[in-house]
């Protein structure tokens, strides 16, 4: 028996067997969960794929949250495959790797909304749209790191975008909750994923962790799977709208 038997939970950003929602996914598989998977596009469908069939997975569906007729089919999909569904995983960025390398000053205007709108308005969009197919005490996660907060080298316009995803669940919180659905934000610590390699300053940072976070240890995407059960849960009932931190500590130090 797993906490999370008889739910249903849709999760948005897995690339391969490193990334975080991976990781997210095999931990509410294991407690019960049934899950659905999205993909990007047919050469991403690739690495679903096998994952959704090594994981058990109801279905997987294409969602490129930039296409607005993506959510459109979407809501179809799982309509007609669920019904209604209780977790929301949202674990979606992108920001052009030019962006990235040079100085923040120099990001370009279409590289600034292209960060915002898939990082950060996504998790809006797919609120807006999945609301009435959402079950009572609905769950919705999005995932963040630090880089919202505090200035980290070579983050650049991402950090922008996961501020904006941080004050966007806050909001979407306040007005979810009256529907009886919590909106919030795991920020990992970092993790050696696909998008990670895109931002260069993030490669030295694992050093330091080990070096100086309390646990002198970085954090996996099974850490970071644990928390997402919580949060999808009804250990956590009383909880929405908040950041919390799977990074070994590393964000409480100086």
């Known amino acids: 028996m797993g906490i999370l038997d008889g739910k249903k939970a ?45 994981v058990g997975a109801d279905f997987i569906f294409e969602m490129d949250v930039t296409n607005e007729d993506h959510y459109t089919n979407m809501v179809k999909t799982v309509e007609e495959k669920w019904g209604k569904f209780d977790i929301l995983v949202h674990s979606l960025a992108f920001a052009d790797r030019n962006d990235l390398k040079g100085r923040f000053a120099d990001t370009s205007r279409d ?24 079950n009572d005490n609905a769950k919705v996660l999005a995932m963040t790191y630090h880089g919202s907060q505090k200035v980290m080298k ?13 004050a966007s669940t806050r909001y979407l919180a306040d007005d ?51 928390t997402a059960v919580y949060l999808a849960s009804d250990l956590s009932t009383g909880v929405t709208g908040q950041i919390l931190y799977v990074d070994s500590g590393m964000s409480i130090m100086a």
């Open 111 to 134: 590289g600034f909304k292209l960060a915002c709108d898939v990082s950060a308005f996504s998790l809006i969009g797919l609120c807006h749209h999945l609301k009435p197919l959402m």
């Open 10 to 54: 849709l999760v948005l950003g897995i690339a391969n067997d490193k990334s975080i929602a991976w990781g997210i996914t095999q931990a509410l598989k294991a407690q019960g969960a049934s899950v659905a998977l999205s993909y990007l596009n047919d050469q991403l469908k690739k690495r679903v794929e096998p994952l959704s069939e090594e």
């Open 154 to 166: 070579g983050y650049n316009v991402m950090g922008v975008a996961k501020a904006a995803l941080e």
């Open 176 to 226: 979810l909750g009256q529907d009886g659905i919590q909106v919030n934000c795991i920020s990992a610590g970092p993790i050696r994923t696909l998008a990670a390699s895109g931002v260069p300053g993030l490669r030295s940072i694992f050093d330091i962790v080990e070096e100086k976070a309390p646990m002198r240890k970085n954090v996996t995407p099974t850490d970071v799977g644990g």
